[in-house]
């Protein structure tokens, strides 16, 4: 028989270790709370929210689902599934379970903003800003919503409406390090790089652990060309945060553009090891076997990137790569029509000037493929 007293007081222990960031410990002790009182629905709410911060989201959906099924009318649950949803970047189910908060609680502020930001990652830029009008409307203060209108109007091209909401945001809440990142992402978006290196610097100086800042710093130096300062950046936000495995990733891009391959591999490795689902580091570590002459290993990863992600098309340009740099002309003009045939715009010119293809330029139907459809005809 269970004993109450002591299944609250490991899962009371687990808070403690949630609130002080010791997720490790705190899934521990979560995963023995829900054996002990598996009806209970807070348990698996919080066993939910450490996966999240341990970047576990199938897991931390699934706990968010028991918690819901237990307890369908808490806001919290719902509210926070929806956080770990979007950070997943799956922004469809976030906006699904950001509107049953809303259908429980239609003035929460907080969730109509992450409803917002969801679309806005969807490219929906205006539905986002209606969003975050109504979050404003039912507080007038909440910063995060001002910083988020920002982003989404200067997306838009409205760069004096973008900086009179970032201004509004400043004046609310000076010294949120999110308010000065968000800008500095809406800056990089638009071209703004320095701008944007420095309202990250702001973010840092607030929160000289913020981690998102340290990254987004290293790509904008990256943009520029600046790799030593860039990967020192990379290193930083892996230093505060060792299981990020985008500053991994970000990492090995660098090292392999400053000719480290095989370092570049190992950064890769850690990057799927802390989020296995992280396609776009197999298809990265995938490029860098391939410039090992490890064709085998690279076939593997763009297969593993794909399986991941079907749509992402790069794998499969990569795979062309792969093909051209054996000889197997067939099999890499193959490989290379397909990534032409599902993303013209993008792959059609990159191919026309990509050095990893010179080996194909004497193919007629590689050629043909790379030739300018829109000039036929005139």
Known sequence: MTDPNAAKYIFQ?????????????????????????????????????TLGHLKRYAESIESFDRAAGLNPNDVRIWLNRGSALAEWGKHEEAIASFDKVLALQP?????????????ALLGRHQDAIADYDKAIK?????????????????????????LACHQKAISIQPDDPE????????????????????????????????????????????????????????EKAIEIQPNESHAWNNRGRILWQMGRLKEA???????VKYMPENYEAWDN???????????????????????????????????????ARQGKVTLAVNYIEQAIKLNPDKYRQVAKTDPDLDGLRKNKRF?????DSKGKGR
């Open 367 to 371: 050629q043909a493929l790379i030739e």
């Open 179 to 234: 308010v000065w990142y968000n800008w500095g992402c809406a800056l990089m978006a638009a071209g703004k790089i320095q701008d944007a290196i420095a309202s990250y610097d702001k973010a840092i100086e607030i929160n000289p652990k913020h981690v998102a800042s340290w990254m987004n710093r290293g790509n904008s130096l990256s943009n520029q060309g600046n790799q030593k300062e860039a990967l020192a950046c990379y």
């Open 285 to 323: 570590q995938g490029y860098a076997w391939v410039l090992l002459g490890r064709y085998k290993e690279a076939i593997a990863n763009f297969e593993k990137a794909l399986e991941i992600n079907p749509n992402h098309v790069n794998a499969i340009y990569n795979q062309g790569y792969c093909y």
């Open 107 to 119: 003035k929460d502020y907080e969730a109509r903003t992450n409803r917002g930001n969801s679309l």
């Open 13 to 49: 222990q687990g808070v403690r270790c949630l609130e002080s960031r010791d997720f490790e410990g705190a899934i521990a002790l979560f995963d023995d709370a829900v054996k002990l009182i598996p009806d209970d629905a807070d348990a698996w709410a919080c066993r939910g929210l």
């Open 138 to 162: 039912v507080n007038p203060n909440y910063y995060k919503a001002w910083s988020n209108r920002a982003n989404a109007q200067l997306s838009l091209g409205h760069f004096r409406r973008a």
């Open 265 to 271: 591999v190992a950064s890769y490795d850690q990057a």
